[in-house]
């Protein structure tokens, strides 16, 4: 599996950004897909996923501002960022998982900055 990521970048507070997700390879198997964000000094953290069912979850810092959704034709999930805060500034990495399994699959990460 697969993830190419993108649309990060420099946007100011109260801004927005839209990510991107591709997944390829053997995804067939793949029942949920998420967004990570790592901000500077700190873990790894989630901010939101989706499973093949359409069950949505966000992190709590998240909720009300992020939206999550997918594209199952073209095997990409977005991830709509509204009313940024600097806080939000991190390396956002794309997630793909066999939940219950051992396969979990990481993209290359995003850089997302958020001016105050």
């Known amino acids: 599996v697969q993830l190419q990521a993108s649309g990060g970048g420099l946007v100011q507070a109260g801004g927005s950004l839209r990510l991107s997700c591709t997944a390829s390879?053997?995804?067939?198997?793949?029942?949920?897909m998420a967004w990570y964000r790592q901000p500077p000094g700190r873990e790894r953290e989630l901010v939101a996923g989706?499973?093949?069912?359409?069950?949505?979850n966000y992190g709590d810092s998240v909720k009300g501002r992020f939206t999550i959704s997918r594209d199952n034709a073209k095997n990409i999930v977005y991830l709509q960022m509204n009313s940024l805060k600097h806080e939000d500034t991190g390396v956002y990495y794309c997630?793909?998982?066999?939940?219950?399994?051992?396969?979990?699959?990481w993209g290359q990460g995003t850089q997302v900055t958020v001016s105050s």
């Open positions: 997630n793909a998982q066999v939940v219950g399994s051992r396969n979990n699959y």
């Open positions: 390879g053997n995804i067939f198997n793949i029942n949920y």
């Open positions: 989706i499973f093949r069912g359409g069950f949505i």
